[in-house]
T-cell receptor
């Protein structure tokens, strides 16, 4: 399977603990996006990378959140000192972007469901 | 702030009926994507529309992008129980390509 993969699929943690999620994009894709989705809502943009550079962060991304894409391949999203409000589905998507493409189609992984107790 | 309003939010119909889902905004998008999502899974891309007025068909699904690239619709003909799911529209914003999602339409097709 050459799609986007995410690990773990589910994570249950206690408030105050740190958690880290991993995303492996489609191999030739240069852009990688993180989104968060709560129940009954559409996904909300958190941040994105073009190769290894983090180019934009949403105001939703507090200083407890950090994302990396060290070699321009896989990415990690870390949440420090988790709070109950962090409970959500964290989705990763990748795309092949270039100046002459008009669509920037994004392909999503299965998500990581985080529950903070 | 760019927003996408989807309607209706919930739709429950009988197998064989037709339906239309609408996605509206006051903002112009460079492209618009439609996704279908199953519970506990990530969204699966159905189609991308780029040109104003564009119409794309995917079997029984017809997608249309408004002339001004501010709105879109998804029409399903002769719905089947397998069409059940959450349908999301998402507009791509500028050079970042980040997606602005609507709230989603939950479709239930009863046999």
């Amino acid at each position: 399977d050459t799609g986007v993969s995410q690990n773990p699929r589910h994570k249950i943690t206690k408030r105050g603990q740190n958690v880290t999620f991993r995303c492996d994009p489609i191999s030739e894709h240069n852009r990688l996006y993180w989104y968060r989705q709560t129940l009954g809502q559409g996904p909300e943009f958190l941040t994105y990378f073009q190769n290894e550079a983090q180019l934009e962060k949403s105001r939703l991304l507090s200083d407890r959140f950090s994302a990396e894409r060290p070699k321009g391949s896989f990415s990690t999203l870390e949440i420090q000192r988790t709070e109950q409000g962090d409970s959500a589905m964290y989705l990763c998507a990748s795309s092949l972007w270039s100046w002459d493409r008009g669509d920037n189609e994004q392909f999503f992984g299965p998500g990581t469901r985080l529950t903070v107790l | 702030t760019q927003l996408l309003e989807q309607s209706p939010q919930f739709l429950s119909i009988q197998e064989g009926e037709n339906l239309t889902v609408y996605c509206n905004s006051s903002s112009v998008f460079s492209s618009l994507q439609w996704y279908r999502q199953e519970p506990g899974e990530g969204p699966v891309l159905l189609v991308t529309v780029v040109t104003g007025g564009e119409v794309k068909k995917l079997k029984r699904l017809t997608f249309q992008f408004g002339d001004a690239r501010k709105d879109s619709s998804l029409h399903i003909t002769a719905a089947q129980p397998g069409d059940t799911g959450l349908y999301l529209c998402a507009g791509a914003s500028g050079n970042t390509g980040k997606l602005i999602f609507g709230q989603g339409t939950t479709l239930q097709v009863k046999p």
